[in-house]
């Protein structure tokens, strides 16, 4: 299962694929029929990849791919409006270990609804790949690395000129105030 790329948005309902980066924010697209594109602003959007989360366990985290391949393997999943009891219930089977105490009937509502959203795509059956992500994945890292570097490089260049020109400048030279005419 190849959940790299995809994300959810804090703020939105749904799934997004990761398209790219623009000054603004990342580029987004809904995974639903409508594939409606939208800009998610850097400053106060939070994206969290399905491929990094995980639910709480009583022993250790249990991930969200090892997860979503128990309910593949089950084959039916409840209605995400049913009561917490079937909910729970389902849960224990396809993640058992999960602390019933963290994880809530909203965060089980969440993981069947996406589960629904990506079963359909090819996405779904593709196995991970050994790479560092998709080219608007690779090219996102490697613009916030080049980022980083040159924000370092000119601050020392910054504070070292700033250095160099308090030692070597001399003082301002008095205007003169008379004329060359000689008045």
């Known amino acids: 299962m190849n959940l790299r790329g995809i994300v959810a948005v804090s703020g939105r309902p749904g799934l997004f694929k990761l398209v790219g980066q623009n000054k ?6 809904g995974l639903d029929a409508q594939k409606l594109k939208v800009v998610a602003n850097i400053t106060n959007t939070k994206l969290a ?18 997860v979503f391949n128990k309910i593949s393997a089950k084959g039916t999943t409840p209605d995400t409006k049913a009561d917490t009891a079937t909910l729970r219930a389902y849960f224990n089977e396809v993640a058992p270990g999960h602390d019933e105490d963290k994880v809530y009937a909203s965060d089980m509502k969440k993981i069947i609804g996406w589960y ?9 059956t593709e196995d ?5 992500g998709t080219p ?29 020109t308090t030692k070597t400048s001399a003082p301002a030279k008095k205007a ?6 000689g008045v």
């Open 24 to 29: 603004v924010g990342y580029i987004l697209e």
């Open 49 to 66: 990849s399905l491929e990094d989360i995980t639910v709480y366990g009583e022993d250790e985290e249990i991930k969200l791919v090892d």
């Open 116 to 124: 629904n959203i990506i079963k359909d795509l090819p996405l779904f």
């Open 128 to 132: 991970t790949p050994d790479t560092q």
């Open 136 to 164: 608007a994945e690779v090219k996102l890292s490697e613009e916030k690395a080049a980022a980083d570097k040159k924000q370092k490089a000119t601050g020392s260049k910054a504070s070292a000129s700033a250095k160099a």
């Open 176 to 181: 003169s105030m008379t004329s060359k005419k």
